[in-house]
């Protein structure tokens, strides 16, 4: 049995600072997403974040300590019903959360650890964007708002003199129907944790993902970490992709010739790195929980 560990404490002063730290961050990445929204515009990088993964702006911006952690002079009602108040003052109530959320937190730990523990794939050179737009036309695409550097049909001899090897479901799921035979491998739900890797930026642009649901187990501090690597991550995605965001302030990675497929795969392990940082963070807090409850 974990020995039961003395919970950190922040004096007001303290968790305010973090708090309006943490607001301010985020602040900066939803103003112009909200600006968008309200006049109808959309940007195929910057918008991603918020418009694919389910955790709304103003879930992002709010603050959480994380498992442990006592605020002194603070209100339950300022963090929500999961937490409670006692003599030291304010904490979360983790294991009410546990009892919740408890299959939840079992499978993202048990995918976060099946990740960590493999080598990085760094050879699939975004080949996912790709096969979304694999034999469509410029109106079929996803952003067809956007051109495609290549034609349709430069476009598709690239996947097939590439291939692909995606490992990932929740990219491979977009791919065109022709464009599934060209795949390595055929990813499910069901063999997500005995397929993610490491290496792949779906799989490091989902660490965003985990945190979120993971919160308020673990502070906000860790899961706005996530989502500026993510943002970081999408924008890669889009510039190694078949669509011309130039305009946009976002210049191709060409992956279709040599010099381009070495500056994404540098770029991927970057990612990958920090990202095993991130998943790290995450697996440490899961692990801590037992000390914490």
């Not at 497929?261 to 990958?272: I, S, T």
Request: net charge positive; glycine share 6%.
């Amino acid at each position: 049995m974990t020995a039961a560990l003395a919970p950190a404490a922040l004096d007001a002063a303290d968790w305010q600072a973090r708090r309006a730290a943490h607001v301010a961050r985020v602040d900066a990445w939803l103003a112009p997403h909200l600006a968008r929204r309200r006049s109808g515009g959309r940007h195929p990088v910057e918008d991603f974040l918020f418009t694919y993964y389910s955790h709304r702006p103003a879930q992002l911006r709010r603050w959480h300590p994380g498992a442990g952690v006592v605020l002194r002079d603070a209100e339950p009602a300022e963090f929500g019903p999961d937490y409670r108040a006692d003599a030291a003052g304010v904490t979360l109530d983790t294991g009410r959360v546990r009892a919740r959320r408890a299959e939840s937190i079992a499978w993202i730990r048990d995918l976060l650890a099946a990740t960590a523990g493999r080598p990085a794939h760094l050879g699939c050179f975004g080949m996912h964007e790709w096969a979304m737009v694999y034999r469509q036309t410029q109106e079929e695409v996803r952003h067809n708002s956007w051109p495609l550097r290549l034609s349709p049909e430069r476009t598709a001899a690239v996947v097939e003199e590439r291939g692909v090897r995606c490992s990932h479901f929740d990219a491979y799921r977009f791919f065109t129907a022709p464009a599934r035979p060209l795949n390595l491998l055929s990813p499910t739900r069901e063999s997500q944790h005995a397929l993610e890797q490491p290496g792949c930026l779906h799989a490091n642009m989902d660490l965003y993902k985990w945190s979120y649901k993971l919160s308020p187990l673990v502070a906000s501090e860790v899961v706005a970490d996530c989502f500026a690597l993510a943002r970081e991550i999408r924008a890669l995605d889009m510039r190694a992709s078949p669509y011309d965001l130039a305009a946009l302030g976002y210049p191709p990675v060409r992956v279709e010739t040599p010099e381009g497929r070495a500056e994404y795969a540098a770029a991927q392990r970057g990612f990958a790195e920090r990202a095993a940082g991130l998943r790290s963070r995450l697996l440490t807090a899961l692990d801590a929980l037992d000390a914490v409850a």
